[in-house]
């Protein structure tokens, strides 16, 4: 059967003419259809290239803030562990220097004790005691109270150490009183004004007594360089 084509004015055309049409379309729509393609490869594969790059920017960023992040952690854990040693250090310190307070003033009271009861010492404290009344205190008017433990002798050494004359003149006038309280030391009394340097006197600024002792110990306990 031979197959017959027309042309636009509607004549026959061989089926060669018709053929090779058919082949030049086809190619065309093969050509078309290639390079189509192509051109979706090409932006497929853009678009794969752009993905990775983001997704490689983005990685980088993202382990970029997480060692920043790490290391502000690392930081501050550090910081934490400084302070707290600072801390649990000075908290140490403290509980030592209490213990060593306690440790003075169970012993300070027996050791200003034994001084009083030395007699060359306890004729130094009562010196010592009454140069620094006629000093600060002054009325002329002296009352003395002691302990319950003087003898006479002792007495009458102390009313000759007070009632004789200043660099002045002046005299003083003395009374005496017995406290029983009186541990050591004695405590001198004059209108508006009195120095206690009894035991429980002396004692009294605990604060100061403190400071004082710890300075000096620190001092004979700090390494020599």
């Known amino acids: 059967m031979n197959v017959m084509g027309a042309d636009a004015e509607g004549h026959e055309l061989p089926a060669s003419v018709l053929d090779a049409q058919v082949e030049a379309m086809s190619q065309r729509v093969s050509q078309d259809r290639d390079s189509r393609c192509a051109q979706l490869r090409a932006a497929a594969e853009s678009q794969v290239h752009e993905i990775l790059r ?20 690392g930081d501050q854990a550090l910081r934490q562990a400084r302070a707290s040693a600072l801390l649990e250090e000075r908290q140490r310190a403290q509980q030592e220097t209490r213990a060593l307070l306690r440790q003075m003033w169970a012993a300070i009271a027996g050791v200003l004790e034994s001084r009083w009861d030395d007699p060359a010492q306890r004729k130094t404290w009562v010196q010592t005691s009454i140069r620094q009344a006629k000093s600060l205190l002054i009325g002329r008017s002296w009352r003395i109270e002691h302990g319950a433990s003087w003898s006479q002798e002792q007495l009458a050494e102390l009313g000759q150490l007070i ?63």
């Open 54 to 73: 983001s997704a490689r920017s983005e990685a980088r960023a993202n382990v970029h803030a997480a060692v920043v992040r790490e290391r502000k952690l």
């Open 163 to 225: 009632s004789g004359k200043d660099e002045s003149g002046s005299a003083y006038e003395v009374t005496l009183a017995c406290d029983r309280a009186i541990r050591g030391g004695i405590r001198i009394g004059t209108v508006g004004a009195c120095l206690d340097t009894t035991i429980a006197g002396l004692l009294a600024s605990r604060a100061e007594i403190e400071s004082e002792f710890l300075a000096q110990y620190l001092a004979v306990a700090k390494p020599h360089e």
